[in-house]
């Protein structure tokens, strides 16, 4: 794998319900960006724009692996929708219906199901040292205003019960409990409605790159933070600017469902 933040980049740019991405193919020999390329690459005036960059990998046990970088630079252990577009590209090239995807928390189970794809994001992590938390709090009462939920999803999630998401103050609770030490490495914020036992309204901050139009995992956090409070079933609907998800958390893990988009082609000259 090459370092190479000049020349030419090819890239894809796709999305999944609005949550959009850069997606550099990074197999074989092919050049990789370094951060800075990828700070350039998101900045939406200079540069190509992106709220994840998916970059992927070769990858011995599974069909590839998958990192995920936010606008800022910084490296997110999980992304469901970009995961859910780069299995939607990587099903057509190989002309199959499923495949595993291995990202930093592990191998996601990938389907093609109709016009939709879905993954396997796993079970919620619920040991708040692994989430990570900065101490041993109730994960559905944290100390923090509004009481919200704490869930891992491989990345770390706060998810905010509310009365009515659309007014919610996202701009500024969203980066405020972002940067809360309760969370050592920042985290995503979701802002939470129900609807009734089986949908739910999501908005969401998202640690790293600001307001999006979706979440996946932050989707699956709000899935799992509604049940454990006897919210809702297990599996939800959960509307989201961009559109809707379908979740379902089974005995194997957080089950994703939803579209995903091509924009464009293109060639990064940095
Ligand atoms: N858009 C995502 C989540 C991306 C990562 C997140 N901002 C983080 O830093 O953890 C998704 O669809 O899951």
Same mark, same amino acid.
């Given at each position: 794998? $090459?370092?190479?933040?000049?020349?030419?980049?090819?890239?894809?740019?796709?999305?999944?319900? %609005?949550?959009?991405?850069?997606? @550099?193919?990074?197999?074989?020999?092919?050049?990789?960006? #370094?951060?800075?390329?990828?700070?350039?690459?998101?900045?939406?005036?200079?540069?190509?724009?992106?709220?994840?960059?998916?970059?992927? !990998?070769?990858?011995?046990? $599974? #069909?590839?692996?998958?990192?995920?970088?936010?606008? #800022?630079?910084?490296?997110?252990?999980?992304?469901?929708?970009?995961?859910?577009?780069?299995?939607? /590209?990587?099903?057509?090239?190989?002309?199959? $219906?499923?495949?595993?995807?291995?990202?930093?928390?592990?191998?996601?189970?990938?389907?093609?199901?109709?016009? !939709? @794809?879905?993954?396997?994001?796993?079970?919620?992590?619920?040991?708040?040292?692994?989430?990570? !938390?900065?101490?041993?709090?109730?994960?559905?009462? /944290?100390?923090?205003?509004?009481?919200?939920?704490?869930? %891992?999803?491989?990345?770390?999630?706060?998810? /905010?019960?509310?009365?009515?998401?659309?007014?919610?103050?996202?701009?500024?609770?969203?980066?405020?409990?972002?940067?809360?030490?309760?969370?050592?490495?920042?985290?995503?914020?979701?802002?939470?409605?129900?609807?009734?036992?089986?949908?739910?309204?999501?908005?969401?901050?998202?640690? %790293?790159?600001? @307001?999006?139009?979706?979440?996946?995992?932050?989707?699956?956090?709000?899935?799992?933070?509604?049940?454990?409070?006897?919210?809702?079933?297990?599996?939800?609907? @959960?509307?989201?600017?961009?559109?809707?998800?379908?979740?379902?958390?089974?005995?194997?893990?957080?089950?994703?469902?939803?579209?995903?988009?091509?924009?464009?082609?293109?060639?990064?000259?940095?």
């Amino acid at each position: 794998m $090459t370092q190479d933040a000049s020349i030419s980049l090819p890239f894809l740019k796709m999305h999944g319900l %609005g949550n959009d991405f850069v997606v @550099i193919d990074g197999r074989g020999a092919r050049a990789v960006p #370094d951060i800075a390329t990828i700070r350039a690459m998101g900045d939406r005036h200079r540069g190509v724009g992106f709220d994840q960059l998916a970059l992927i !990998l070769d990858d011995d046990a $599974t #069909d590839a692996q998958v990192r995920f970088y936010n606008t #800022d630079g910084s490296e997110a252990g999980a992304c469901g929708n970009a995961t859910r577009c780069v299995a939607d /590209l990587l099903m057509r090239e190989a002309d199959a $219906t499923s495949l595993v995807l291995r990202t930093e928390r592990g191998a996601l189970p990938c389907e093609r199901s109709g016009d !939709l @794809i879905r993954v396997n994001m796993g079970q919620p992590v619920e040991d708040w040292a692994q989430i990570p !938390l900065s101490r041993d709090v109730s994960l559905d009462a /944290l100390p923090l205003p509004g009481a919200p939920s704490a869930v %891992g999803m491989g990345n770390p999630h706060c998810v /905010l019960f509310v009365e009515d998401a659309d007014s919610a103050p996202i701009a500024e609770v969203g980066p405020r409990l972002e940067h809360d030490p309760l969370y050592p490495e920042r985290t995503n914020v979701e802002f939470v409605q129900v609807l009734d036992r089986n949908t739910l309204r999501q908005r969401t901050w998202e640690r %790293g790159a600001g @307001i999006t139009l979706a979440c996946g995992s932050g989707a699956c956090a709000v899935a799992v933070a509604a049940h454990r409070r006897g919210l809702t079933e297990r599996a939800v609907t @959960i509307r989201l600017d961009g559109g809707e998800l379908h979740l379902d958390w089974r005995d194997d893990g957080v089950w994703m469902t939803g579209p995903v988009a091509y924009v464009f082609d293109g060639v990064w000259r940095g």
